[in-house]
C-alpha cells in the first residue's frame, strides 16, 4: 500500500506560479512512474505531466512550456512548478503513482492523493 501527500496548492493571479509537492510513503518495491493529474468541475480527469525514475518526461500539450515537472528519487518525491498559470489551469491537482506491471507475472498498480486545489483568478 501507497499513500501520496500533497501540498502547494493555492490562489494565484493570472500569469503567477505555483509549486506543487508530493511525496510518497508505503512498499514501493519496484520501479514507479510519478506524476501529475488535474480535474475541473464536470470535466473527467486530464493528464497534466509525468516523469520515470530515470528522469523521462511528459506533457499534456496545453502545459508545454510552462509546467515543469521533477523528482527527487531518493526522497520518494515529485514537484510541479507551474508558471505562466492562466484561468483554464483552475483544478484540483492529483498525484499519481503508478507501478507498472513489468513482468506477465505481476500488476499494475496506480495510487493518488488526495487532491490539491488550483484557482488562478484575476
Known amino acids: 500500500q501507497v499513500q501520496l501527500v500533497e501540498s502547494g496548492g493555492g490562489l494565484v493571479q493570472p500569469g503567477g506560479s505555483l509549486t506543487l509537492s508530493c511525496t510518497a510513503s508505503g512498499s514501493i518495491l519496484r520501479p514507479a512512474v510519478m506524476g501529475w493529474y488535474r480535474q475541473s468541475p464536470g470535466k473527467e480527469r486530464e493528464f497534466v505531466a509525468a516523469?520515470?525514475?530515470?528522469?523521462?518526461?511528459n506533457y499534456a500539450d496545453s502545459v508545454k512550456g510552462r509546467f515543469t515537472i521533477s523528482r527527487d528519487v531518493a526522497k520518494n518525491s515529485v514537484y510541479l512548478r507551474m508558471n505562466s498559470l492562466q484561468p483554464e489551469d483552475t483544478a484540483v491537482y492529483h498525484c499519481?503513482?503508478?507501478?507498472?506491471?513489468?513482468?506477465?507475472?505481476?500488476?499494475?498498480?496506480?495510487?493518488w492523493g488526495q487532491g490539491t486545489q488550483v484557482t488562478v483568478v484575476s
Open positions: 516523469m520515470t525514475n530515470r528522469g523521462a518526461s
Open positions: 499519481n503513482l503508478r507501478i507498472p506491471a513489468y513482468t506477465v507475472e505481476q500488476t499494475e498498480y496506480n495510487y
